[in-house]
């Protein structure tokens, strides 16, 4: 039977935070990079509220898309790799709507192959969507999967912190170690 493997999107497959500090430091004349996001919450390390976070977010990808770079060198192929050993390629992502289009945009641009794109609006728990194993990067969405689901944490600088025994710093290792 074929496997669903869901792929979240920002900070797995777009590096997003690398744009959005760089946006952020533009605006404010800092040095801020993405090492220095070490908690989930930026609101912990920045003095931005929950809304300005959000904002910029929206605004880099609404503004700024095509300069958000994949997370490694070679994904297009990685994610044909994964594929091609018989997974469905489900991307999964929250986000808010005006930033739909510019995902599908960078997904063109970058030649990211995938079965579907789900943009999921509200607080539905991903853990609930079907997939066999979800690679994401946010503690919140991968704390409650349970077997036979698996969790696998995208290394970043935000989830250090998190006690996960599955991790990888990247899809390729995921290609090569997990799947
Ligand atoms: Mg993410």
Partial sequence: MT???SVDFD???????????????????TKVSKEDITHWDIGMVLPLTALEIS?????IWQNCWMEIPPSELGLSETIEKIHR???RISILTKRERPTVAYVAKWLDYHEI?????VFLFDGFPKADY??????????????????P???VLFNQPWNKEFDWPLRVNSLSEAERNVL
């Fill in 55 to 59: 904002d910029l977010f929206n605004y």
């Fill in 130 to 147: 079907q997939f066999d194993l979800l690679i994401d990067d946010a503690p919140g969405n991968i704390v409650d999967i349970s077997p």
């Fill in 149 to 151: 689901k698996i969790g």
């Fill in 113 to 117: 192959y995938s079965d579907d794109l």
């Fill in 85 to 87: 050993k018989g997974y």
């Fill in 11 to 29: 900070s797995v497959l777009a590096d997003t935070m690398v744009t959005w500090t760089n946006e952020y430091n533009r605006l404010n004349g």
């Fill in 3 to 5: 496997k669903t493997i």
